[in-house]
């Protein structure tokens, strides 16, 4: 409706030996994943046309290609809206199958009658590409800019300007959530744009190829192909991003992804996983967010956020509602591989790749 109102220790990133933080382990398979992760991938395919009642599919493909906005997103957003019932009527007086204001209808409904369906999906795509075309100032991805513009027809953008980003509203981050993962992503408008077309089969299993020996600490082995500690967090989601890059370590040659490729450091001796925030922004195109994580993203803790003192990082393998499904290696129990369901707001930041970086 247009204008309504984790973890308990950290990942050693130095050289700590000996130190058990923790008996217990917390790992939940793919079997136990609710939403998009249940198919073996990070992400799913985007819906297609045939979630569009028969009647709307012109329509709809109209305001797209005028809007810039995606079918999918689109017809979610109107299924959010009005559940595709022309003479919807909500509480707070919004009308017709895209639910406008009678005031913002007034400004982008061109004269027509709110309760025609074809008119209103029209008002839908010129009022979307103006508030886009708004809010991709306040973002370089235009698939961030396509959730900020879905916080704007639903809380204003004046909200959404004020929040320099979705507001804190629940309602609001519901909206944009629902209609996203509806729309084919878990955090993001199109499927899979955090990493590109991923499809991991080993998210929600220990596929990681430093593994051996099991449990065993890794600072008395050679570093990985990735330059970090093996079976340390810090190496384990270098592993999985790489992987997601279509990198697979027995066809040689060099991983994508390292510090050394993007040109930045890591420190002698390892600073640890707390660093990573300071030093993968030093990327251009690397952001930082404190909510609103997609699949792909980097779930990063600081120094002083997590037991053991050296920070700590996983990959986000899915979202659900308020929860993020966090791959972790050396969590609570050492150098062993556990997957969470974590509280978004229980994490500290997500570190978020640029799709130059990921192509």
């Not at 045939?50 to 809007?67: D, K, L, N, V």
């Not at 998210?203 to 430093?210: H, K, L, N, R, S």
């Not at 051996?212 to 330059?227: C, I, K, L």
């Not at 929860?323 to 997500?350: K, M, Q, W």
Request: charge should be negative; aromatic fraction near 8%.
């Amino acid at each position: 409706m247009p204008y309504k109102t984790a973890a308990g220790a950290g990942c050693l990133g130095a050289a700590l030996l000996g130190l058990v933080l923790s008996t217990v382990l917390l790992l939940l398979t793919l079997s136990m994943f609710e939403g998009p992760a249940s198919a073996g991938g990070v992400c799913r395919p985007e819906t297609g046309d045939e979630s569009i009642p028969g009647e709307y599919r012109q329509a709809i493909a109209e305001a797209s290609a005028h809007s810039g906005i995606p079918s999918s997103v689109l017809a979610a957003q109107i299924d959010q809206e009005s559940g595709w019932n022309p003479e919807a009527v909500s509480p707070a007086g919004a009308q017709g199958i895209a639910q406008f204001m009678p005031a913002t209808w007034a400004q982008w409904g061109n004269g027509a009658d709110p309760f025609d369906p074809h008119a209103a999906i029209e008002a839908q795509g010129r009022y979307m590409k103006h508030l886009y075309d708004q809010m991709s100032s306040l973002s370089g991805d235009g698939n961030e800019a396509i959730r900020l513009t879905l916080a704007a027809y639903n809380a204003g953008p004046g909200a959404v300007l004020a929040h320099n980003g979705i507001p804190p509203f629940q309602e609001t981050q519901q909206y944009v959530q629902t209609i996203t993962t509806a729309a084919g992503g878990t955090g993001g408008a199109d499927a899979c744009n955090s990493l590109g077309e991923i499809s991991i089969d080993g998210v929600g299993e220990d596929d990681y190829p430093y593994r051996e020996p099991v449990g065993v600490d890794g600072w008395g082995h050679a570093r990985s192909a990735f330059g970090h500690t093996q079976r340390q967090c810090t190496d384990f989601v270098m592993w999985r991003i790489n992987q997601a890059m279509g990198w697979p370590p027995d066809q040689g040659g060099q991983p994508p992804f390292t510090f050394a490729s993007l040109g930045v450091g890591y420190g002698p001796g390892q600073s640890g996983a707390g660093s990573w925030k300071d030093i993968l922004t030093q990327v251009d195109g690397v952001s930082v967010h404190t909510s609103d994580p997609r699949p792909g993203d980097i779930a990063w803790w600081g120094y002083v956020d997590i037991g053991g003192g050296y920070g700590h990082v996983g990959f986000v393998a899915a979202v659900q509602g308020d929860n993020a499904i966090i791959e972790h290696y050396n969590l609570d129990t050492p150098n062993t591989y556990s997957v969470t369901r974590t509280p978004i707001s229980e994490v500290p930041g997500y570190i978020r790749l640029p799709a130059t970086t990921q192509d």
